[in-house]
């Protein structure tokens, strides 16, 4: 078993800041690429950022410049720091990695979504 575990979410100010956390956890032998995605009501579920092992990023041109993705790979943890919030960044925020596990199986895990919402 492989857990993802988000925290973080909350309301904020337009203009304002989060930083979302997310832990994984279980039977782990390798993580690898880690990813933000988020869902608006009524929308498709959107790559946010990932971040590979080595540190490398890629970002949605929507969050350039005002997101930032990180990882400790000690802590088996990625973090999403956000600033500058907009309205339209409002939506429920998942964790998405791919592992491998003690008994090398690779999976896919989803962590359960923290809510942002950007609202004055």
């Known amino acids: 078993q492989v857990q993802l575990v988000e925290s973080g979410g909350g309301l904020v100010q337009p203009g304002g800041s989060l930083r979302l956390s997310c832990a994984a956890s279980?039977?782990?032998?390798?993580?690898?690429?880690m990813g933000w995605y988020r869902q608006a009501p009524g929308k498709q579920r959107e790559l946010v950022a990932t971040?590979?092992?080595?540190?490398?990023?890629d970002y949605a041109d929507s969050v350039k410049g005002r997101f930032t993705i990180s990882r400790d790979n000690a802590k088996n943890t990625v973090y999403l720091q956000m600033n500058v919030l907009k309205p339209e960044d409002t939506a429920v925020y998942y964790c998405?990695?791919?592992?491998?596990?003690?008994?090398?199986?690779?999976?896919?895990?989803w962590g359960q979504g923290t809510l942002v919402t950007v609202s004055s």
């Open positions: 998405n990695t791919a592992v491998l596990t003690t008994t090398l199986r690779r999976l896919e895990v």
């Open positions: 971040i590979t092992t080595r540190g490398n990023t």
């Open positions: 279980g039977n782990i032998f390798t993580i690898y690429t």
